[in-house]
């Protein structure tokens, strides 16, 4: 059974940095596209990054420049680095794959940007 498990988050003021991390188990992690995903309050969950098993990076209009997905697949592993960031960046973060699988989910890691 594959297992996702989310860490890194926290309170940060604006302008500040994160670095999430996502650590897959019971899967052949190497083998998929993965994604890190937010859900801020009373909104959907949106994409906010992707990256492909060969490494190709792809991001939403909202984090381009501020935001860098990266993975390691020795160690089962996939980052998202957060700079420069807004209070509209408050959510709670998830990885899943790309796309997403609606069993992989969860339980996120909260993100909250404010001062």
């Known amino acids: 059974q594959v297992q996702l498990v989310e860490s890194g988050g926290g309170l940060v003021q604006p302008g500040g940095s994160l670095r999430l991390s996502c650590v897959a188990s019971?899967?052949?992690?190497?083998?998929?596209?993965m994604g890190w995903y937010r859900q801020a309050p009373g909104k959907q969950r949106e994409l906010v990054a992707a990256i492909t098993s060969g490494g190709r990076p792809n991001y939403t209009d909202s984090v381009k420049g501020r935001f860098t997905i990266s993975r390691d697949n020795a160690k089962n592993t996939v980052y998202l680095q957060m700079n420069s960031l807004k209070p509209e960046d408050t959510a709670v973060y998830y990885c899943?794959?790309?796309?997403?699988?609606?069993?992989?989910w969860g339980q996120g890691t909260q993100v909250t940007v404010s001062s």
């Open positions: 899943n794959e790309q796309p997403p699988r609606n069993d992989y």
């Open positions: 019971g899967s052949i992690f190497s083998m998929y596209g």
